[in-house]
């Protein structure tokens, strides 16, 4: 049965920092670029990062550049989101997405992901 399951969200501090796991299983990791995406209340889904299926590609949009990293550690079937400076703005639902490539590329249009966990709660707040 295939699944993906985040976890590591939680309460923390303007300021702080966190690490979203994502652990996929019934399928074929390798085969499948990952992609986090966020949806706030009252807000559409947004992409926030994605890797390829090797790891060699990744994807952020501005709105987190340089505040957020993707990594993957295919011996663990798991991807990783560490998400540094965090803001109120941040706060959202994170879910984390696969989407089979046949290229060494990702993108972050949600439409195109084919499986989705159901996602983990970051809210950032004093």
């Known amino acids: 049965q295939l699944q993906l399951v985040e976890s590591g969200g939680g309460l923390v501090q303007p300021g702080g920092s966190l690490r979203l796991s994502c652990a996929a299983s019934?399928?074929?990791?390798?085969?499948?670029?990952i992609g986090w995406f966020r949806q706030a209340p009252g807000k559409e889904r947004e992409g926030v990062a994605c890797i390829s299926k090797s790891g060699g590609t990744t994807t952020y949009p501005e709105s987190v550049r340089g505040r957020v990293f993707i990594s993957r550690e295919s011996t663990k079937n798991t991807v990783y989101l560490q998400l540094n400076s965090l803001q109120p703005e941040d706060t959202a639902v994170y879910y984390c997405?696969?989407?089979?490539?046949?290229?060494?590329?990702?993108?972050?249009?949600?439409?195109?992901?084919?499986?989705w966990g159901r996602g983990t709660q970051v809210t950032v707040s004093t």
């Open positions: 997405a696969a989407e089979r490539r046949l290229s060494d590329l990702c993108q972050l249009n949600p439409d195109r992901y084919d499986y």
């Open positions: 019934g399928f074929t990791f390798t085969n499948y670029a």
